[in-house]
């Protein structure tokens, strides 16, 4: 078996450790960084580099910003809705609504999801600071945009039961088929979050 030098070996074992790369992929990674010009790595050094130094938390939301800034662009935005909040597990996911076009309130990122399995708690969560935006009657509406899974929902109802005594709407994400899905391809959870959700046609 051939013995790599250890710049490579490393490059690959640090490459390895990100979601969806496998030793292979992480292998091919490395060798192509290997050959491309130094202009490529260089880049990558600094973007790398600068992803922790330059980047931090916005004070109120905690959606990622500049490390220089307080507040992200939304939270900044005099332009957004106050009333309507919307509850999401990280930044991707405030990136994927923002993209919708479709909503123009304001955020709250939990940084993660309840997870007993994994030793996360309410407390390692934004949840109090959410509970305190709620309590100084910023909103009206907390939207819960956690995700469909096990944890997703378990944090769901967690946020809800601290939040109804608040005097405050609760909403959650509807959940279905997909646009152009068809019902002999969904699997059973999916039809009936579908069925219960159903609405009149207008």
Request: with cysteine; aromatic share 2%.
């Amino acid at each position: 078996m051939a013995i790599l030098p250890a710049p490579v070996q490393n490059l690959i074992n640090a490459l390895s450790r990100l979601p969806g790369v496998g030793p292979k992929t992480a292998s091919r990674l490395a060798f192509y960084l290997l050959r491309e010009h130094d202009d490529l790595t260089g880049q990558l050094a600094s973007a790398l580099s600068e992803l922790k130094s330059a980047t931090g938390t916005c004070k109120i939301c905690h959606n990622i910003t500049l490390a220089s800034q307080e507040l992200c662009e939304i939270c900044a935005n005099p332009a957004r809705a106050d009333g309507t909040l919307c509850v999401v597990e990280d930044a991707m996911d405030v990136l994927a609504m923002e993209r919708t076009g479709g909503f123009n309130g304001r955020y709250h990122v939990l940084q993660g999801v309840l997870s007993p399995i994994e030793g996360v708690g309410p407390d390692d969560l934004k949840i109090r600071s959410l509970i305190e935006r709620v309590r100084s009657g910023e909103a009206k509406e907390i939207i819960i945009a956690t995700n469909p899974s096990m944890e997703g929902d378990a944090t769901a109802l967690y946020l809800r039961q601290q939040l109804m005594p608040m005097n405050v709407r609760v909403t959650r994400l509807a959940r279905g088929l997909p646009v152009g899905g068809d019902l002999e391809y969904a699997d059973q959870n999916t039809l009936l979050r579908a069925l219960a959700g159903r609405q009149e046609m207008n």
